[in-house]
Structure formats: structure tokens, C-alpha cells
């Protein structure tokens, strides 16, 4: 991608990012990109390149520093626990992650050979490379593979998603112009930049733009609201739950987000209590997008000038999107039917799984999101419900199968069925219905013995918020779970 080359030509001195320990212009940041692309590509042959690392200065120059060494990126989430790790790092095929001490232990586990960005010499490298004559982009296809980032599936297994140079370009440029964003704006990042959420909207979007960011690297509300104040940010992307954290630091003054111009809520419902509540303290109203990572992930979003109260928004340029019945007939406006999409954003596929790509991207190029929803007669997106099971936990997406699958493995364990309920903290959490094996004892097992296996085996968000043990879960006909039900027994 030539975005940050471009812009480093353009705008070399203006701020670029930032976090508590650096500042960096767009003339440093290529520096150090430029040195990371020479580290990356003499540090490994292979195709892909693990990046552990959280929202930060060091997170867009090792990006483009594989990059520009060719090498496709592949952005690991440091809350996932290291045997859901090293089933991704095995199905990416990579051998070498790059991270920093923080994730050493996490990192230290896996199967790859481990580069801590602390042991670098980069002050060296990036002298080297001031004095080096600034090189040409790299000569790449905008159908190649940029990134691939990895997401649940409702089987469980994480899938990669192939999302290439154009995919992401399009998205960034797209999101531009139906914001109006411009790059006097200056960006906050408290997404992790695994998420396509964070990559595209925090990482990318403002390189392309020339924008400064600042950069969190763990989300905390009182520090969020206090760097919004500080730096004077004008642009905020974050999921509903951190908006709600932030209702809840009642020191901070009301005016400290006066600065802000637009505040995205993406990745979950947007509950209308927290909407209504931040912009009756802040003065800020919330606006709604929706995407997914297939789509690289922005679809459409409500902007200042174009605002529906409830709505995720219009399209974003580029996009076409239907609303369709099960038979595949396309609805008129104000009915409920799953929401199709269709554009230049859409992945490429989902890495060496060609049977599940085919399954939601059609002939013709329509992406099935499983989203139910409907279009207004002025083309405003409602999301109503989900098609498929996914849970959305804190903006992560969770396979219910995936922590059924851990619970049946406790010896005490038959079966396990697991739904989300809503939560005015996450959004939803996980919760989990169990029967008990032949012989084993209720009063043997309790709920803290099976949360604390699904610990051992889950990253956090994904362990049940409650275990309910029962004597049978409520089947039908075919003796198939009906989980609608469950809902009935909480």
C-alpha cells in the first residue's frame, strides 16, 4: 500500500501518531516503516507475518514495513489464550510474530519464532534509513492480499479473511467522503487494531487522509475521556460498551468532549439508553455504522450531516445493499430480511476455505451477512437481528459452539448449549446451559468448577457469564436443542 508513502511525500512534518511514550511524524513514521521492512524481510521467507501488538505508535510501522516487504500481514489478538492462538498461527501458516515483553509470555507459547520490537536496533535502522533515498512503493495488484484477519465461525474454527490491497483502500476512501472527514481532524484509537474495526477506521483510514492519531493501547474510560480533552480529538470509533464505561466516570467533566466532531459506535447494538445519556451530559451524539470484517469492514454509517436516529446509516459509497427473503426474493423498503451487500470492499474470501467462501459470497458478487435488517424509503439501514447464532461480546464476535465445545470436555459434562442474553455493559454475554454425564453428581459439580475450566481453555470475553446445570435442555421433534427456549429458563 503506497497510502503512507503518499502522504509522508505530502504532508512529511504533520503529526501522524502518538501515543504516552512517542510522537512520530509522518516523516518519522515512514523512517521506521522503512526500517521494519528491511527487519521483516530479512527476518523470514514466509509469505505471512504474525503482528501481536495493541493500538500504538509501533502498530502501523511494523504494518507497513510487511507490507512493503511484500509480505502479507496478519494482525493477532493478544486477548485470545494461546491455544486459540496457535490454532490461528497454524492455519495462517506463519513462523514469525512480531510483538512486544508486554505479550512475551503469550507470544513465548506458540509455535513461531518470537521478535520483540524492544530488542531491535531501530534507532540505527531509522538513521540509516533517513539517509537512504526514500524508496518507490512496492509494486503490488490491488487484488493482492493485504491482510488476513481472523474471525470466528459459527462452526468455532476461527476463519482467516483475505482482504486485499483495493479492499482496503476502497473502504478507507469510501468512509472519507460519506464521514467528510478532513485531515485537520485529529483521530482517537482505543481499537485494538486485530479487529477490522480498529485497523481500517484507526490505523488506515487516517494515513490515507494525513491525519494525526492517538493511540490507547488498553482501553480505560477515565484515561480515554482525559486524552480526548488533552489532545483536543475530534474523531471517536469505539463499541457501545466503552461509550457506557465512559457515562460512568462521573468526575469528568461534561464539557471535556467539546472537540469532537464525529463519535462512531460500531461492533454491537448500540443500546438507545447510552445514546440518549451521552448526548444529554457530553453534548454528543452518537452515530451508528455497521460492518464486518468481510467487508472490510465499514458497510454504511450515520453521519453528521445524514443522521437517523436508530439507523446504522447509508451505504458508504461504492456499496449496494438489498434486503432479501429466504427464497432470495428482494423485499421492498420497511420489511425485515437479511442484508446483502455488494461492492469492491468485499473480501476476496476466506483463506483456503473456497466451500465456505461460496456459501455467503453469491455469482454475482453479493455478500450474505446472516444480519437481519430492513431499508427505509430513503435508503437508512435498520439492523433487526442476526441470522446466524454469533454473539457479539464488547464488540468481539463469539461462536456459541466454540464454548460448547470446551464445556462437553469436562468429565462431568453430556451436553452443552449456549446463547447470548443482553448485557448494558457488553452488549451480550455468554451464557451457557449444561447437563451432567451418566453418574455425576449435581452437588459435585458447580458453576464456579465449569467457569473456571472454560477459563483455562477461553479468552475471558468468552466465558460463560452464568453456567445453568439442568436435568434436560428443551428439544424438538428431532430432539434438536431449541435454544429459543432457553431464554424461557434464566
Not at 485470545?80 to 505479550?103: M, N
Not at 490515507?208 to 482525559?226: D, H, K, M, S
Not at 470492499?345 to 455478500?367: H, L, N, S
Request: glycine share 8%; with cysteine.
Amino acid at each position: 500500500m503506497d497510502a503512507l508513502l503518499e502522504t509522508a511525500t505530502r504532508y512529511g512534518g504533520s503529526p501522524a501518531v502518538a501515543d504516552q511514550a512517542r510522537r512520530w511524524s509522518y516523516r518519522q513514521l515512514t523512517a521506521v516503516a522503512i526500517a521494519m521492512q528491511r527487519i521483516i524481510a530479512g527476518g523470514t521467507s514466509c509469505d505471512r507475518v504474525g503482528i501481536l501488538l495493541p493500538a500504538s505508535t509501533a502498530f502501523p510501522a511494523t504494518l507497513f514495513g510487511a507490507l512493503w516487504a511484500l509480505r502479507t500481514a496478519v494482525p493477532l489478538n493478544f486477548l485470545l489464550s494461546a491455544g486459540e492462538l496457535r490454532q490461528i498461527v497454524l492455519d495462517a501458516g506463519i513462523d514469525t510474530v512480531f510483538s512486544v515483553h508486554h505479550f512475551e509470555e503469550l507470544v513465548r507459547q506458540l509455535p513461531v519464532r518470537s521478535v520483540f520490537l524492544e530488542d531491535l536496533p531501530l534507532r540505527r535502522r531509522v538513521l540509516l534509513a533517513r539517509l537512504r533515498r526514500r524508496p518507490e512503493a512496492p509494486k503490488v495488484r490491488a487484488s493482492d492480499t493485504a491482510v488476513l484477519l481472523y474471525t470466528s465461525g459459527t462452526s468455532g474454527a476461527p476463519k482467516g479473511v483475505e482482504l486485499s490491497y483495493g479492499n482496503l483502500r476502497d473502504n478507507c476512501e469510501a468512509c472519507i467522503e460519506a464521514a467528510r472527514m478532513d485531515r485537520n481532524q485529529t483521530f482517537l484509537n482505543i481499537l485494538p487494531p486485530f479487529h477490522a474495526f480498529g485497523l481500517t477506521t484507526m490505523v488506515l483510514t487516517p494515513v490515507v487522509l494525513g491525519a494525526a492519531v492517538y493511540a490507547i493501547p488498553r482501553f480505560n474510560p477515565a484515561a480515554t475521556l482525559e486524552a480526548i480533552r488533552e489532545q483536543k480529538i475530534s474523531i471517536v470509533m469505539a463499541v457501545p460498551s466503552m461509550y457506557a464505561a465512559m457515562l460512568r466516570k462521573r468526575s469528568v467533566p461534561d464539557e471535556a468532549l467539546a472537540s469532537i466532531y464525529l463519535a462512531i459506535s460500531g461492533g454491537e447494538v448500540l443500546p438507545e439508553a447510552v445514546a440518549e445519556a451521552f448526548e444529554k451530559r457530553f453534548g454528543v451524539k452518537l452515530h451508528q455504522g455497521y460492518g464486518l470484517t468481510e467487508t472490510s469492514p465499514v458497510v454504511s454509517l450515520c453521519a453528521p450531516h445524514a443522521y437517523r436516529r436508530g439507523s446504522v446509516g447509508r451505504v458508504i459509497p461504492g456499496f449496494e445493499c438489498r434486503i432479501v427473503d429466504a427464497r432470495g426474493t428482494v423485499l421492498p423498503a420497511g420489511q425485515d430480511g437479511e442484508v446483502q451487500v455488494r461492492g469492491p470492499c468485499v473480501m476476496k474470501g476466506y483463506y483456503q476455505r473456497p466451500e465456505e467462501t461460496a456459501a455467503v459470497i453469491d455469482a454475482d458478487g453479493w455478500f450474505h451477512t446472516g444480519d437481519i435488517g430492513k431499508l427505509d424509503e430513503d435508503g437508512y439501514l435498520f439492523i433487526t437481528g442476526r441470522k446466524k447464532e454469533m454473539m457479539i461480546v464488547g464488540g468481539e464476535n463469539v461462536s456459541p459452539g466454540e464454548i460448547e465445545n470446551v464445556l462437553v470436555e469436562h468429565p462431568a459434562v453430556a451436553e452443552a448449549a449456549v446463547i447470548g442474553v443482553p448485557d448494558a455493559s457488553r452488549g451480550e454475554v455468554p451464557v451457557a446451559f449444561v447437563t451432567l454425564s451418566a453418574g455425576a453428581q449435581v452437588e459435585a459439580v458447580s458453576e464456579r468448577d465449569l467457569r473456571n475450566f472454560a477459563r483455562r481453555h477461553l479468552a475471558g470475553h468468552k466465558v460463560p457469564h452464568k453456567i445453568r446445570i439442568a436435568h434436560d435442555l428443551p428439544r424438538g421433534p428431532t430432539g434438536k436443542v431449541l435454544k429459543r427456549r432457553l431464554t424461557e429458563l434464566l
